[in-house]
């Protein structure tokens, strides 16, 4: 019951998807402070490779764009050559897109559901048997994918897709986790709320002012906020959870 043993995860092999910047960035930063080794990948091979320097020989980059069904299969293939087993896989990559009903386009449609869906039902997949290796009944291999509370409540703005999406994330989480449980794999979910990103970067400063008013905290997430969240995640603290989605907003989703 002891602090360091619940909540450890020194000597694990994580991997994050999305992980250069924003909430990947966040988790891959957690993880190697506390003693993890982390494969992080993106879509910027330059951002990708700089964070894995600046974080030091605990990162690995494997540069990636996840969309594609073949990166999919190179990226799994590469992370095979450098471990045996995956004992935490945080499915974070995703992309957003903003068009009124009338114009959003097909583009917009298919960019977000190829990453922020598909992609983490087939990366999981090619990466099971790593999972498999890395995971008993008294010490599973985790999953966990992120979502988004635009999942789980009706935004103020038009992304369709990107809405669509990450409800579909969390319940492809429940389904991973009631068919993976039985090969000693956790599936679980993060709903995080609003985090300085790339992405959110590009929402109007008046809509982002206005989560923050609305949000009962009266503040954004933070390092501190997602670190934590993805810890617990990641050790042995939470075994027993399977199937669950973690909102992490300051009180916006459920009060709003």
Not at 59 to 88: G, N, Q, W, Y
Not at 104 to 124: A, H, Q, R, Y
Not at 144 to 150: C, E, K, P, Q
Request: net charge negative.
């Amino acid at each position: 019951m002891k602090i360091e043993d619940l909540f450890s995860v020194a000597g694990k092999l994580a991997i994050v998807t999305g992980g250069s910047r924003g909430i990947g960035e966040m988790i891959a930063r957690a993880l190697v402070a506390n003693g993890a080794r982390v494969i992080i990948t993106s879509r910027n091979a330059a951002v990708c490779d700089g964070l894995a320097a600046a974080l030091g020989p605990a990162c690995i980059s494997i540069p990636a764009d996840l969309a594609r069904m073949d990166e999919i299969e190179r990226f799994a293939a590469a992370v095979a050559t450098h471990t045996d087993k995956v004992d935490i896989l945080f499915n974070n990559a995703g992309a957003s897109w903003g068009a009124d009903f009338d114009n959003f386009p097909e583009s917009g449609w298919d960019k977000v559901m190829d990453l922020n869906v598909k992609s983490i039902f087939f990366l999981t997949q090619k990466l099971v048997g790593l999972l498999e290796r890395a995971g008993s009944a008294d010490a599973p291999a985790k999953v966990i994918n992120i979502g988004s509370i635009d999942g789980q409540h009706v935004s103020d703005l038009e992304t369709y897709s990107y809405a669509a999406s990450k409800a579909g994330v969390l319940h492809l989480t429940r389904m991973m986790a009631k068919f993976l449980a039985a090969r000693h794999i956790t599936v679980n979910a993060i709903a995080p709320g609003f985090f300085p990103s790339k992405m959110t970067a590009g929402i109007a400063e008046e809509f982002r002012e206005a989560f923050r008013a609305a949000t009962p905290l009266q503040r954004w997430g933070n390092a501190q906020d997602m670190g934590g969240v993805a810890l617990f995640l990641s050790s042995r603290a939470s075994d027993f959870l399977c199937g669950s989605v973690l909102t992490v907003d300051g009180g916006y989703a459920t009060t709003v």
